[in-house]
């Protein structure tokens, strides 16, 4: 079930849907690099370009995460 979350941007409110799932992948990853949930997502909007919206941009940086999490495993 997808969710509505809310964060402020460069000084302005905006919101996003996700799977909790996500959001909370999201919140893993800003944890284990030592940052706020809301710079993280400061963070992906500021790279995702134009051409998407924000919450696809959260959904494929949690996935590039997670691949990148799971190729490290099998280096290792």
Same mark, same amino acid.
């Given at each position: #079930?997808?969710?509505?979350?809310? @964060?402020?941007?460069?000084?302005?409110?905006?919101?996003?849907?996700?799977?909790?799932?996500?959001?909370?992948?999201?919140? @893993? +990853?800003?944890?284990? =690099?030592? #940052?706020?949930?809301?710079?993280?997502? =400061?963070? +992906?909007?500021?790279? =995702?370009?134009?051409?998407?919206?924000?919450?696809?941009?959260?959904?494929?940086?949690?996935?590039?995460?997670?691949? =990148?999490?799971?190729?490290?495993?099998?280096?290792?």
């Amino acid at each position: #079930m997808i969710r509505k979350y809310s @964060t402020t941007l460069h000084g302005h409110r905006t919101s996003f849907s996700l799977e909790p799932a996500f959001h909370d992948e999201l919140k @893993t +990853i800003a944890e284990a =690099r030592g #940052m706020p949930v809301a710079a993280l997502i =400061r963070e +992906i909007d500021d790279a =995702r370009g134009v051409d998407g919206n924000l919450s696809s941009a959260l959904r494929l940086h949690v996935l590039d995460w997670l691949k =990148r999490k799971a190729g490290d495993a099998v280096a290792n």
